[in-house]
């Protein structure tokens, strides 16, 4: 089960040798699963990973690439599409721009309002069939969506991207403010966690980091979670964001963590997560800095 993910969002104006060289520090702290969407950068992150295993045609076979379709954004219409033709269209377009012969896995990026799980399996079938990909997967999808969709399907759905983080946690929170008449006790899950784990199906946590608007990590607005932070860090020897990512790994719920930094120091950093297990103490502190209270 994977426990760090690269993400490759913000790598577009990266030279060749500064993605392998990201590529390298991964795999050599043991993560070896990257993170794209066709929408990143326009195409263009995925035109730079590309560049980087053209150059060196040894890497492909130590990486797992995982792509991301579904989200339409042309001057038109801001839209989801979930079509069968679509999401091949997706993969085929991911396919070329990375100068692979497949991808690992496919995930769809957000559910689309008009999609019909039997038609969106249409185009599993064919990227199956034909050697395209070989796993299956969501993004941003609750667990009735998911649901719905696998019912659809024959291929398992191996994996939901969802926004998670000690910042961000709705779907953690509402497990402990259960028929609550408080905010967390508001069901915006809708029983994501829950389906997951009994399904098997992983949570990719991504912007583990992020805050409001920027990373939470050293913003003043966030004073009682950042001294918690640099407590555990100072205890731990490393850096705050290593124990960000250890909350999230502690949970029993085996969570991958999406790590977005393009800095090969930061990602051999923040790997030292693996190697922590909080307190359930500690990871309770870390829960109420942010001023959540348990029933």
């Known amino acids: 089960m994977d426990k760090f993910i690269q993400g490759c969002m913000r790598i577009k104006d990266m030279t060749a040798a500064q993605v392998r060289e990201l590529i390298e520090t991964n795999l050599q702290n043991g993560i070896n699963v990257f993170d794209h969407a066709d929408i990143y950068g326009g195409g263009e992150c995925e035109i730079a990973f590309g560049k980087a295993l053209k150059e060196d045609s040894r890497l492909r076979e130590k990486i797992i690439i995982q792509t991301k379709g579904g989200i339409v954004k042309d001057l038109s219409c801001h839209r989801y599409d979930n079509s069968a033709n679509y999401l091949v269209d997706c ?7 990375l100068g692979v012969e497949k991808v690992d896995r496919f995930l ?15 185009a599993f079938d064919k990227l199956q069939r034909e050697g395209l990909v070989d796993e299956f997967g969501v993004s941003n999808f609750s667990g009735s969506q998911i649901a719905l969709l696998q019912s659809g399907c024959k291929q398992k759905l191996k994996f939901n991207q969802v926004r998670v ?6 779907m953690i929170e509402y497990g402990m403010n259960y028929n609550r008449f408080n905010d967390s006790g508001v ?4 029983g994501t966690l829950d389906y997951c784990r009994m399904n098997s199906v992983q949570i990719q946590c991504y912007s583990p980091y992020k805050g409001a608007k920027k990373s939470y990590l050293g ?12 407590e555990l860090a100072f205890k731990y020897e490393v850096t705050p964001n290593a124990i960000a990512a250890a909350w999230l790994l502690k949970h029993p719920a085996g969570f991958a963590v999406v790590n977005g930094t393009t800095k090969p ?15 359930r103490n500690e990871w309770y502190e870390l829960y109420h800095s942010m001023g959540r209270k348990l029933p």
Request: hydrophobic content about 30%; glycine content about 2%.
């Open 91 to 97: 993969v085929l377009k991911s396919i070329k721009r």
């Open 108 to 122: 769809i990026h957000r559910p689309d309002a008009l999609f019909n799980p039997e038609e969106t399996a249409k």
């Open 165 to 170: 983080s000690v910042y961000h946690c709705p």
């Open 219 to 230: 913003d003043i607005r966030y004073p009682k979670l950042n001294k918690a932070l640099k």
């Open 265 to 279: 120091e930061r990602v051999t950093e923040i790997a030292k997560a693996k190697d922590i297990t909080l307190t």
């Open 187 to 190: 069901n915006r899950d809708g």
